[in-house]
């Protein structure tokens, strides 16, 4: 296998803005330009993830991969098949130019015969990754476990109706929550893929619940023993591979997480298509987490509307992310959560360089995004008529509902008197609605505007 897995791109991707004709550069994302006091990379914290685009043939339900990956190749040695891919894989994160990556234990390392094989298979890429960390500079985002793709998990990993798989899972992600640490991971995500039912039939809903509740409180227990300091996120997704996922959504995690007492341990990494799966907008799911303090990180891609799985397609739509983004920044921005591209190329896409244009495409979107957001947040229009909305709460009668002093009876005296008599007020949406044009309009028109001087 080649030295150099990309020879199609020299170097790393550059900055070519709008005008540039060169497809190998990028139009809108320069790391270093400031945006509401901050550089562009450090609002954005892009990664690359490495099981769709490094570990993943291409193949569907229909059809075999139809990809050029050599390292998937059956007849190679498994582990010299996991340093080529390694090093493929950095040579990309390097020459794209972001900040950080994420991996499943076994998108890198292969499972041995036995766990003590699979273990000292993680363990001697682990050390091979930091080598490449070393190198290039990049960094961890976050770690996780694949506790779907084996036999083993059919019927779940934390929820399954065996403690045998409950221990092996847990064995697992001991693993590779001590790997994460060790390779400085910002963050540790649980994906409950197969955590749900295929049949109420067969399912002990109230058991599954305890039995998942115990293995987050493990987790949470063991992240503190070891002393890793990131942060734990669950990533909710509806259903996919299973009929129903017990992590739902951003407001079902919650509810699960505060109900077992475990809402100060762990936030929510939340999968743009995952909302749309969910029948909310990516918009609803930031907007909820944020609100419910547990906002994380973000898995960016699409859907498509016309289909009901998870296509996983590179992010192109700046109008939907610019709501998410401006949540986010409403929030606060991200903390140790970034925006990791959990997306995959289309089965036909079968050039390396294609590989860059998705990413570079998803990169752009997302730092046009960013842009908009910004100037919603700078022109403040938005913000001050939603205060405005609520601006009754300031007063008198509004404080005396929330702090409790006004029982039913006495509102309803007020009431009775006519004291009391609203008036229906405008919600104003089309006008908010013109407002998010304008300012990603105004972006188009003023693409420098907010630049470093
Ligand atoms: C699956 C999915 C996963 C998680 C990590 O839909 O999003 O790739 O992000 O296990
Ligand atoms: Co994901």
């Known amino acids: 296998m080649s030295q150099d897995f990309f020879p199609g791109v020299e170097g790393r991707i550059p900055f070519g803005g709008l005008r540039s004709d060169n497809p190998l550069a990028y139009k809108v994302y320069q790391p270093d330009r400031m945006v509401l006091g901050k550089r562009m990379e450090d609002h954005l914290r892009i990664a690359v993830c490495c099981w769709h685009s490094f570990n993943w043939p291409g193949s569907d339900v229909f059809g075999t991969g139809t990809f050029d990956r050599p390292w998937l190749d059956p007849r190679l040695d498994p582990m010299i098949g996991a340093r080529a891919k390694l090093e ?22 292969p499972e041995g015969r036995t766990f003590a094989e699979t273990a000292s298979n993680l363990a001697a890429i682990v050390e091979a990754a930091e080598g490449q960390m070393a190198r290039t500079g990049v960094k961890l985002l976050w770690g996780t476990a694949n506790l779907f793709s084996h ?74 023993r070891i002393g890793f300091k990131g942060t734990l996120l669950i990533e909710p997704k509806p259903q996919e591979p299973t009929k129903h996922q017990y992590d739902y959504d951003a407001a079902t995690v919650y509810g699960f997480l505060a109900r077992h007492h475990l809402e100060g341990e762990y936030r929510v990494n939340l999968e743009a298509n995952h909302a749309t799966l969910a029948g909310h907008s990516f918009h609803h ?109 300031a007063g008198d009668l509004g404080r005396s509902i929330l702090s409790g002093d006004a029982l039913l009876e006495v509102l309803a005296g007020r009431v009775a008197t006519g004291e009391i008599d609203p008036r229906p007020r405008s ?27």
């Not at 950080?100 to 390392?109: E, G, K, Q, S, Y």
């Not at 929550?177 to 991971?185: K, Q, Y």
């Not at 919600?427 to 001087?453: F, H, M, S, T």
């Open 88 to 109: 493929a894989a950095f040579e990309f994160f390097d020459k794209l130019g972001v900040p950080f990556f994420c991996f499943h234990d076994r998108d890198l390392a």
């Open 285 to 393: 799911e930031v907007a909820t987490a944020v609100t419910l303090g547990i906002f994380g990180s973000v898995d960016v891609n699409r859907g498509d509307y016309q289909n009901g799985w998870d296509t996983d397609q590179f992010a192109n739509s700046v109008d939907e992310l610019s709501l998410a983004i401006y949540e986010i920044l409403r929030g606060g921005g991200l903390t140790s959560g970034g925006f990791n591209f959990d997306a995959k190329l289309r089965r036909q896409s079968l050039d390396r360089t294609d590989l860059f244009h998705a990413h570079i495409g998803g990169i752009d979107t997302l730092a046009r995004a960013l842009l908009a957001a910004a100037a919603m947040v700078e022109a403040g229009a938005i913000e001050r008529l939603r205060e405005d909305r609520y601006a009754g709460w």
């Open 427 to 453: 919600g104003r949406q089309e006008l908010l609605e013109n407002l998010v044009n304008q300012a990603i309009w105004e972006v188009d028109a003023a693409p420098d505007r907010g630049a470093a001087d």
């Open 151 to 224: 036999p083993r998990y059919a019927a779940g990993a934390a929820t399954n109706p065996d403690p045998e798989v409950f221990a092996y899972a847990a064995a697992q992600v001991k693993a590779m929550l001590e790997a994460t640490h060790r390779l400085g991971g910002a963050n540790y995500v649980l994906w409950g893929g197969r955590e749900g039912y295929e049949t109420l039939l067969n399912t002990d809903l109230g058991h599954e619940e305890r039995q998942f509740a115990r293995f987050l409180e493990l987790v949470a227990e063991h992240k503190h």
